[in-house]
């Protein structure tokens, strides 16, 4: 696709249910990443991966959360039992290879998650 | 522990006025990224400094790395609506650039017609 595409654009769920986000990064992007931003604020890295393989995960706020990727394409963000505070705007993002700082990251719109 | 601070948290300026935000750190970073974020999206990469008190222009938009790593600057002249938006800075460590950055705490800009 022309940019990264995040599904669903907003969630909103129940204390306790089960979550899936989506994203679809650009083709031909090695590197996808995972982060958090709540309202208004910078945001919190949650998970990396280069291929599918994910050497980062010490981002990830606790053992509800999970993220796989597969084909090195789609990557899909699981929150299990979700909690009021796993309220936010969850981004992905992704480029052509992890680099040395200069390589550019291109973000999807991200998914407005909202636990009531 | 916030690594990156950002300073103002929100400007509300005229269109026209000239306006400078920060980003501070104790710690040093290989390289330092701003993005504009404008609401319902993601953010957007503006530009990439890497070498100690490198400066790089980006229209009526100047960025600067501090000489020691650790600080940066972003200055905006004759100020426009279409500046307005959450500015981030985001920076880098280690070898590997991208894996983890860290991002500011942002400043909200609003440019008021």
């Known amino acids: 696709g022309a940019g990264v595409s995040q599904s669903?654009?907003?969630?909103?769920?129940?204390?306790?249910?089960d979550v899936e986000l989506r994203c679809?990064?650009?083709?031909?992007?090695?590197?996808?990443y995972w982060y958090r931003q709540s309202l208004g604020q910078g945001l919190e890295f949650?998970?990396?991966f280069q291929g599918n393989s994910a050497p980062d995960k010490s981002g990830l706020p606790s053992d509800r959360f999970s993220a796989e990727r597969t084909g090195?394409?789609?990557?899909t963000l699981t929150i299990q039992r979700t909690q009021q505070e796993d309220s936010a705007v969850y981004l992905c993002?992704?480029?052509?290879?992890?680099?040395?700082g200069s390589e550019k990251l291109f973000f999807g719109s991200g998914t407005q998650l909202s636990v009531l | 522990t916030?690594?990156?601070?950002?300073?103002?948290?929100?400007?509300s300026i005229q269109e026209g006025e000239n306006l400078t935000v920060y980003c501070n750190s104790s710690s040093v970073f290989s390289s330092l990224q701003w993005y504009r974020q404008e609401p319902?999206?993601?953010?957007?990469?503006?530009?990439?400094?890497?070498?100690?008190?490198?400066?790089k222009k980006l229209k009526r938009l100047t960025f600067q790395f501090g000489d020691a790593r650790k600080d940066s600057s972003l200055h905006i002249t004759a100020a426009q609506p279409g500046d307005t938006g959450l500015y981030l800075c985001a920076g880098a460590r280690g070898d590997f650039g991208n894996e983890k950055?860290?991002?500011?705490?942002g400043t909200r800009l609003t440019i008021i017609p």
């Not at chain 1, 679809?24 to 996808?32: F, Q, R, V």
């Open chain 1, 8 to 17: 669903p654009s907003n969630k909103v769920t129940e204390k306790g249910k």
């Open chain 1, 24 to 32: 679809d990064p650009i083709s031909g992007h090695t590197a996808l």
């Open chain 1, 46 to 48: 949650l998970i990396y």
């Open chain 1, 72 to 75: 090195g394409s789609v990557s």
């Open chain 1, 93 to 100: 993002a992704s480029s052509l290879a992890p680099g040395r």
């Open chain 2, 2 to 11: 916030q690594l990156l601070e950002q300073s103002p948290q929100f400007l």
């Open chain 2, 40 to 55: 319902g999206e993601g953010p957007v990469l503006l530009v990439t400094v890497v070498t100690g008190g490198e400066v």
């Open chain 2, 101 to 105: 950055l860290t991002f500011g705490t």
